[in-house]
């Protein structure tokens, strides 16, 4: 059974939640935007949460075990072109941004670790909004009018009231493989926590019906509120596990399985698009059931889909008008620039080129990602002091030496931590014939400059790779993940394409070949 949303909701929707610009009919037209002031106080640097920590605002100092780590977790809005952009505010001080609006509504998401679904608010028009943030989470205050905080903070409100502010049901769908040792377990595992999500959607909706019945939620919040859930359970649909499950249960007719459809009517399409859930919903639409690819690089890996059939099939998707193939074009080659290689990079840049409209976004990505193909024969460098070289030049420059390169970022923990060892490294080698080489890749050049200092690098050669994301050489040395680690002989010849790091095997591989080199001159 498939169920659409009503046609009134649709207009009540589009009508309140449409730019000004395109009602001039009912109203004179805006000539300049009105603007939405954002606040952030004291936010933090670096999200820490624990795996193994079952609930919210718990510290746990040196806690042992798994932890995952959340930078730069800002706020995400889609401003009045209909480009995502994400405020990230600077950390433990006082931050602003003031953001020009065209709609009485705008809506701000951040992610949460123990919810699966977004930490959202919808703030109108001329709002200044204050965000604090309690246990590294953010409580949002309004300035400029009065506003039930359960509706301006419901995420927070709902965490609380229905799950005792512990991991939901929703995240245990999937988190419960991170949160015991049951491995083996862990599809039977999703299933029930499935069924236990199910039967949690119903105490929600029955908690949003009391919230609008009581007016501490306006009807507009309520239906915003009630989409955002019901996208949360079409995600848990399409994962692997409950989706096998799901089909070998369609010939049950116990009422309580059959599963319940939900689809947005897409001609409202540009009314929608300033919602995460709406445009989540267009994601998973446009998967189109792609398989998941695993790819396997020895200490790490990962699962994608081949984003190169879903940009074609969005491509032909007659469901989409041009706004919502705008979104899902870019979103599909961020998927084909992570995951495949320089020439479908190119060859879907220029298909990008072709069918999208958005040339703004089109230049920011070009810019941001540096996807200049004309050299992607040259690993492009550049210095401390600026000056531009190829990689190949450095080995020219450098040959009649031993070379160990590093492949490293500044944001990369691994990387940082094996700097030390590094340059004990460099020690127990000063007398022999060979050069330190250290490559930033992906990296942020006043980020990478401070690393340099901090991890005392200056005496080595440091060069920034300008580059990276378009080059067939670093393609070529299958550089995948970093730290990745290369040695070159005298004669400037690759001799190992995946050295062992310092500290572990680096001192021993690098002398047993410098001491049979010695021997075989």
């Given amino acids: 059974m498939k169920f659409e949303l009503t046609i009134y909701f649709f207009l009540f929707i589009t009508l309140l939640f449409s730019c000004k610009e395109e009602h001039n009919t009912i109203e004179s037209k805006v000539e300049k935007p009105d603007k939405i002031v954002l606040i952030s106080i004291n936010a933090p640097a670096k999200y820490t949460h624990f795996i193994k920590q079952d609930s919210v605002g718990k510290k746990i100092k040196d ?9 730069n977790n800002g706020f995400t809005y889609l401003d009045y072109m209909k480009n995502e952009q994400t405020w990230l505010p600077k950390p433990n001080v ?34 200044t909004v204050v965000f604090k943030y309690n246990h590294d989470i953010p409580k ?10 359960i509706e301006l903070n419901y995420n927070n409100y709902r965490l609380k009231k229905l ?19 049951d491995f083996k377990n862990h599809e039977q595992n999703s299933i029930i926590y499935y069924n236990k999500a199910k039967s949690d959607f119903v105490r929600e909706t029955q908690l949003l019906d009391s919230l609008l019945r009581s007016n501490s939620i306006t009807e507009t919040n309520y239906n915003y509120r009630k989409d955002a859930l019901i996208m949360l359970m079409e995600k848990h649909k399409k994962l692997k596990t409950i989706k096998k499950w799901l089909e070998q249960n369609k010939s049950l007719r116990d009422k309580e399985t059959i599963e319940q459809l939900f689809s947005f009517d897409l001609d409202k399409t540009d009314s929608l698009m300033k919602f995460s859930f709406f445009r989540d919903y267009l994601n998973n639409i446009s998967e189109y059931g792609l398989e998941f690819i695993e790819e396997n690089n020895g200490s790490s890996g990962g699962f994608y889909i081949d984003s190169r ?11 989409f008008n041009q706004v919502a193939k705008n979104y899902l074009l870019f979103n ?8 495949f290689r320089i020439r479908d990079k190119e060859k879907y840049f220029k298909k990008l080129q072709e069918n999208t409209t958005d040339r703004e976004q089109l230049d920011k990505l070009q810019k941001d990602y ?32 031993w070379l160990y390169v590093d492949f490293w970022a500044s944001w990369c923990k691994p990387c940082r931590e094996t700097m030390p060892e590094s340059n004990k490294l460099k020690k127990e080698l000063k007398n022999e014939n060979i050069e330190f080489i250290y490559l930033a890749l992906n990296d942020r050049k006043e980020n990478w400059e401070k690393a340099i200092k901090t991890d005392s690098l200056t005496k ?15 393609e070529d040395l299958g550089i995948k993940t970093i730290p990745h680690f290369l040695i070159y002989n005298p004669n400037g010849e690759l001799i190992n394409g995946f050295a062992n790091r310092p500290g572990k095997g680096a001192y021993d591989q690098l002398r047993k070949l410098i001491t049979e080199n010695k021997a075989s001159g």
């Fill in 460 to 474: 080595s050669q440091n060069y920034f790779i300008e580059n990276g994301n378009v080059s067939k050489v670093v």
């Fill in 370 to 401: 540096k996807l200049d193909f004309s050299k992607s024969d040259k690993l492009i460098l550049t210095n401390l002091k600026n000056d531009t070289i190829t990689f190949s030049n450095v080995l020219k420059n450098n040959k009649g030496k």
């Fill in 309 to 319: 059939i879903r940009f074609d099939s969005i491509l032909k998707d007659k469901r």
């Fill in 94 to 127: 006082h931050d602003t941004i003031v953001i020009e609006c065209y709609s009485e509504y705008l809506e701000l998401s951040t992610n949460n670790f123990f919810t699966s679904i977004k930490e959202t608010f919808l703030v109108k028009n001329g709002d």
């Fill in 140 to 149: 949002a205050e309004i300035t400029n009018r009065t506003v039930n905080d």
């Fill in 163 to 181: 799950f005792n502010n512990k991991y939901t049901s929703h995240y245990l769908v999937f988190g419960n493989l991170f949160l015991n040792d």
């Fill in 63 to 71: 806690s042992l075990g798994p932890k995952a780590f959340w930078n």
């Fill in 332 to 339: 599909a080659y961020d998927g084909i620039g992570e995951n």
